[in-house]
């Protein structure tokens, strides 16, 4: 029998969902990493303005954020006495809810990096590995894992971190990156932010260009962002 508390949920019922799929307003259009059109990005004009057809889009947005947020659960003081668990599984557990996930990184990765789009995911162990691969697949890019060490074969660079609660090491095969390629990091949560900078140390030793860092959600009152220094920043929820 579990002893764990009931979970604060959310609105989470089938009727919240809308009636259009993400995928369906917007459908899987892989971004070519090598691409060298300079056309205008989506949602601005030849001189890089922003045009009216930006609006409707960033509005979705706005829509898909508060329909995430509200399939979070919290389970108080787990796995350790103190620790307010934010769980995230239940976005997975809805197709709908899955595909509005992806569908929104993805427009949030085309509104932060318009056509200077990242070539690697690098996703982390193991909760990064949930959504990561979909999003690589989406933008037609390659995905790289992060794991714990131990767990990846052949060469690997290794680097250390701490958590909210433990210590850890992480690895990445040297071939995963090539020189010069640019990263976006994506995780599931930061919290302390110890997890997210021992991957840009491993991204660093291969030679990778970090452009970034995306989270869905932040554990607020940890100032992890403060570990990532100047890379950018961004948590899919913040605002939602
Ligand atoms: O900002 P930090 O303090 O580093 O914490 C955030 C990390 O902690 C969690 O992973 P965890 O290490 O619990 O592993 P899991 O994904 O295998 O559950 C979470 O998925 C992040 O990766
Ligand atoms: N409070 C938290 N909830 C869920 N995952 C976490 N990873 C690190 N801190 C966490």
Redesign the pocket.
């Known amino acids: 029998m579990s002893s764990q508390p009931a979970p604060v949920t959310g609105s989470t019922s089938s009727s919240d969902l809308p009636v259009t799929s993400p995928l369906a307003a917007h459908p899987a259009q892989p971004i070519s990493s090598t691409s060298t059109t300079t056309t205008a990005t989506e949602g601005q004009d030849a001189e890089g303005r922003q045009s009216t057809a930006a609006a409707p889009r960033s509005s979705e947005l706005a829509g898909w954020k508060m329909k995430l947020k509200a399939a979070l659960r919290h389970f108080p003081d787990f796995p350790i006495k103190g620790i307010d668990f934010v769980d995230i599984m239940p976005l997975f557990l809805d197709p709908s809810v899955h595909e509005t996930l992806v569908a929104a990184l993805d427009l949030q990765i085309r509104e932060l990096y318009s056509e200077n789009a990242p070539d690697v995911i690098v996703g ?5 590995f949930l959504f990561g691969p979909g999003l690589a697949l989406r933008r037609g890019v390659s995905f790289a894992p992060v794991r714990k060490k131990g767990k990846l074969p052949g060469p690997c660079v290794t680097a250390e ?1 701490q ?2 609660y433990g210590v ?1 090491l992480f690895q990445m095969q040297n071939d995963a990156i090539k020189p010069g390629q640019k990263v976006l990091i994506v ?10 900078k021992a991957a840009a140390d491993l991204v660093k030793q291969l030679g990778g260009e970090i452009m970034g860092f995306l989270f869905i959600l932040e554990i607020p009152g ?1 100032n ?1 962002r403060e570990k990532l220094e100047s890379i950018q920043t961004t948590i899919l929820l913040e605002d939602a």
């Open positions: 982390l162990d193991a909760r990064g971190y958590k909210e850890d995780d599931d949560i930061i919290a302390t932010g110890g997890s997210a940890l992890g």
